[in-house]
């Protein structure tokens, strides 16, 4: 994989699309050729975290080694020199996974985030931050077990950057078809460490605490073909 930083100077700071409306050409080209698939994707600047805790309630009070996982779109996150901002929101999908029947606690949240501490670089796109997370939900664990609004909170240490460039890629698998694209990124990415606390609010409730990792990725679109033969 390659990878090709962007400058922010004036006079470059289009070339990113430049490049990807030209490999957008090369793939059109390539697609008539017999067996090759054009792809298109685009993604939205996601946190993503997953973990490793105890819960009890569900299915019973005994502890349970549960896994929470989470994906969270920011909106915040593809704003240039917005590292040192004290505040952030997102939506997305969560889960505990409980290993017993029902298998997990999961539904739709909210993260309503405020930064109490944080220190930049000059130009604001590099940052440690400690992050304090609210995340209302509405979880669902199976028929009339545990499902019902809960609320979790979040305490994240994450060093932050931020990414403005062109990625391309050849790979090949081993029944011989293979896939090239390209793609441009555009946002913070991010490596951090959380402890989070979870109680569900209605009964039969249940209660989590955990800890993990986390990451921010970028925004992107691409453009690829696939080969078939």
Do not use: K
Request: contains cysteine; glycine residues 12%.
């Amino acid at each position: 994989m390659t990878y090709l930083a962007t400058s922010h100077r004036p006079e470059l700071s289009l070339r990113p699309l430049r490049l990807l409306s030209r490999f957008l050409v090369i793939a059109a080209l390539l697609t008539l050729s017999a067996g090759c698939v054009p792809v298109a994707w685009v993604t939205p600047p996601v946190q993503m975290a997953i973990g490793v805790g105890a819960s009890a309630g569900i299915p019973e009070d005994n502890a349970r080694i549960t896994m929470p996982l989470s994906v969270t779109a920011n909106p915040l996150q593809v704003v240039y020199g917005q590292g040192a901002r004290r505040f952030d929101v997102g939506v997305g999908y969560s889960a505990h996974f409980l290993f017993v029947d029902p298998v997990a606690a999961h539904g739709p949240h909210l993260d309503l985030s405020y930064i109490p501490l944080v220190r930049t670089d000059e130009d604001g796109t590099r940052a440690m931050r400690l992050i304090t997370s609210a995340r209302p939900a509405y979880r669902f664990a199976g028929e009339g077990v545990g499902r019902g609004p809960s609320i979790g909170l979040r305490l994240t240490l994450e060093s932050v950057g931020f990414t403005e460039g062109v990625g391309a890629e050849c790979q090949t698998s081993s029944d011989g078809s293979s896939f090239c694209g390209a793609y441009l990124g555009y946002g913070e990415n991010a490596f951090g460490l959380f402890v989070e606390a979870t109680r569900g609010l209605t009964q039969p409730a249940y209660s989590a605490i955990s800890i993990g990792l986390s990451f921010r990725l970028p925004a992107t679109a691409g453009v690829g073909v696939v080969s078939q033969f």
